[in-house]
């Protein structure tokens, strides 16, 4: 298993939530779909309910939603040591801070933010919970990205809240960029997409299989799967409107095109 055990590296996705109107609900779909466990938190954590793969944090529901009325999304964190300064350095280049910085018990201090292009997202100092325990594991997640119809906002704010570097991968049809930390690739930016947002995907062992399972248990299909060059992805839609993405291993499909 991909894990870790001590904080992530500084912007690093570290962690990724999914606030819900049913808890118990949303429990029952990614469980079924996802093969979770959860771990509840009590009453004074609104019940958080931490998603566990291989007996280690993945992901967790929220039941707290401050605005009822918005739309359901998944919301990625990003490692900091700092959430405070962080926070600070991401309204001076064009961020609104939504909620935070403060403190979450012994478990560490959090940020939201709104970016320039006006995605949330969310920032992480560990204390007791470094965030993601496993990742790039069926069932963990293994990658986040900012897709929106323009990217460029998105590209000019995170190289000037976090110390990446900008690596442009983009064919004809196909406008993406990956962030690089330290050389490595950790998130990505995209355009084309017809809102603006992070996007989440879960590693899974196979991805039609988790399509069809999606639409089975209450939920739909938002992307339909297909081959790619980092695998076969998907984007499904769960019980609240809510997307998130698959990927799982090659069908061979595009390569046997590609050969035709």
Not at 17 to 38: C, H, K, N, S, T
Not at 81 to 97: K, Q
Not at 101 to 130: H, I, K, N, R
Not at 147 to 165: C, E, G, I, K
């Amino acid at each position: 298993m991909t894990v870790r055990d001590t904080p992530w590296p500084e912007g690093t996705p570290c962690w990724a939530e999914l606030a819900v109107p049913d808890l118990e609900l949303g429990r029952q779909f990614y469980g079924a779909l996802l093969g979770w466990q959860f771990e509840v938190g009590p009453a004074e954590t609104g019940f958080y309910s931490e998603a566990l793969v291989g007996g280690r944090r993945a992901a967790a529901l929220n039941g707290y939603r401050p605005d009822p009325d918005a739309p359901v999304a998944w919301l990625p964190f990003l490692a900091t040591p700092d959430a405070a300064g962080t926070a600070d350095r991401a309204a001076a280049a064009g961020a609104t801070v939504l909620a935070g910085p403060m403190d979450v018990m012994a478990f560490g201090a959090m940020a939201v933010l709104a970016d320039p292009a006006g995605a949330a997202v969310a920032l992480w100092q560990a204390g007791t919970s470094l965030g993601a325990e496993v990742v790039d594991e069926p069932g963990a997640i293994a990658w986040a990205e900012h897709m929106s119809p323009d990217p460029t906002a998105a590209r000019a704010f995170y190289p000037a809240v976090f110390d990446y570097a900008l690596q442009d991968i983009s064919a004809p049809g196909f406008d993406y960029t990956t962030l690089l930390l330290d050389g490595e690739p950790v998130a990505g930016i995209g355009g084309g997409w017809d809102r603006t947002e992070w996007c989440l995907y879960v590693r899974v062992a196979d991805t039609d299989e988790v399509v069809a399972a999606a639409t089975r248990l209450g939920g739909g299909v938002h992307l339909p799967a297909e081959d790619s060059p980092y695998g076969r992805v998907a984007s499904i839609t769960g019980p609240f409107g809510e997307r998130l993405g698959l990927m799982g291993p090659s069908t061979g499909e595009e390569a046997a095109a590609a050969g035709a």
